[in-house]
């Protein structure tokens, strides 16, 4: 597709169930990433996908949260057991490479989220 | 660790009334700063990305400037459709040489442009 798209686009799940956010990069990006966005706050880092691996998933909250990316193209963000706090705006952005600092990250619309 | 901060939280300007944003940013070793727009429920849009202190970038009334403690968005005439949030981001060179894939995101500027 032509953007980064991220289904659903709104998610209303009760406490303590298991929730998949997915992501479809742009066409031919090999980096991925995933952040959060708390109302009036920026988007926080959760990780990074160069390829299938996880280049950096230093942002990932508690072990409650994993991704994949298994086939380089398509990411899953998994959020087990939810909590209240978990609910946010999920956004998943993509760029050509990780590598170079001159690679522009294009976002998605964002998964929101909401625990209830 | 990174730090960026935007000020002001909030700007109110009337039609054609030019201001500046500022980002504040800390880090070990700048690999570059982005400036992005995003509108009420909506991903954050590019706008700019500045790399050295004096790059200046422009697009339409919006100008970048970048200094090697801060960067400034200037908004020249603006327009009720300019009215967004506009977040600053950074990325930092690591150990290496290399650059983090990660980008940093201050809190962001809610700009409200009054016709």
């Known amino acids: 597709g032509a953007g980064v798209s991220q289904t659903p686009s709104n998610k209303v799940t009760e406490k303590g169930k298991y929730v998949e956010l997915r992501c479809d990069p742009i066409?031919?990006?090999?980096?991925l990433y995933w952040y959060r966005q708390s109302l009036g706050q920026g988007p926080e880092f959760l990780i990074y996908?160069?390829?299938?691996?996880?280049?950096?998933d230093s942002g990932l909250p508690n072990d409650r949260f994993f991704a994949v990316r298994p086939e380089g193209s398509v990411s899953t963000l998994k959020i087990q057991r939810t909590e209240r706090g978990d609910s946010a705006v999920y956004l998943c952005a993509s760029s050509p490479t990780g590598y170079s600092s001159g690679n522009t990250i294009y976002f998605g619309e964002g998964s929101w989220l909401t625990v209830v | 660790e990174d730090q960026v901060t935007q000020s002001p939280e909030a700007l109110r300007l009337q039609e054609g009334e030019s201001s500046s944003l500022n980002c504040s940013y800390t880090v070990s070793g700048l690999r570059g700063l982005f400036w992005y727009r995003q509108d009420p429920g909506k991903g954050p849009e590019f706008l700019f990305t500045?790399?050295?202190a004096g790059e200046e970038k422009e697009k339409e009334r919006l100008k970048a400037t970048l200094t090697k403690k801060e960067s400034f968005l200037h908004i020249t005439a603006p327009k009720p459709e300019d009215s967004a949030t506009y977040l600053c981001?950074?990325?930092?060179?690591?150990?290496?040489?290399?650059?983090?894939?990660?980008?940093?995101f201050g809190q962001g500027t809610i700009l409200t442009v009054h016709p």
């Open positions: 066409s031919g990006h090999t980096a």
């Open positions: 981001a950074v990325r930092e060179v690591r150990a290496g040489g290399t650059s983090y894939g990660k980008l940093t």
């Open positions: 500045l790399y050295s």
């Open positions: 996908f160069q390829g299938t691996g996880a280049a950096d």
